[in-house]
């Protein structure tokens, strides 16, 4: 029922920024909460933010202060601004959507539906 769609990556160096975006088209319920998720090569992939139904936040220790997740309900898009990007940031950064209740939002498992991916690459 969800279609996910990322786009906004490329490569940065070191201090830049980058803003992600994650069209998304299907049904919604109130339950929905979407995320963004990282995965870096030849690793597991993490949480980095999530936000729900309500706009409520959460962001992984890691991006805390560097990165925001926000959504605009009009153009049923999520997004991630990312700043002060590291090298460590590099990595396929994918977009994910839950339809139904989520009470762990940084893991992976809540998620049912996920987007192919955008890659960022930070470096020199």
């Known amino acids: 029922h969800v279609r996910l769609e990322e786009s906004g990556g490329g490569s940065v160096q070191p201090g830049g920024s980058l803003r992600l975006s994650c069209a998304a088209s299907g049904m919604r319920t109130r339950y929905d909460c979407m995320a963004w998720f990282r995965q870096p090569a030849d690793k597991a992939r993490e949480g980095v933010a999530a936000?729900?139904?309500?706009?409520?936040?959460t962001y992984a220790d890691s991006v805390k202060g560097r990165f925001t997740i926000s959504q605009d309900n009009d153009k049923n898009t999520l997004y991630l601004e990312m700043n002060s990007l590291k090298p460590e940031d590099t990595a396929m950064y994918y977009c994910?959507?839950?339809?139904?209740?989520?009470?762990?939002?940084?893991?992976?498992?809540?998620?049912?539906?996920w987007g192919q991916g955008t890659q960022v690459t930070v470096s020199q």
């Open positions: 994910a959507a839950a339809g139904g209740l989520v009470t762990v939002p940084l893991l992976t498992d809540e998620y049912n539906y």
């Open positions: 936000i729900d139904i309500h706009d409520g936040t």
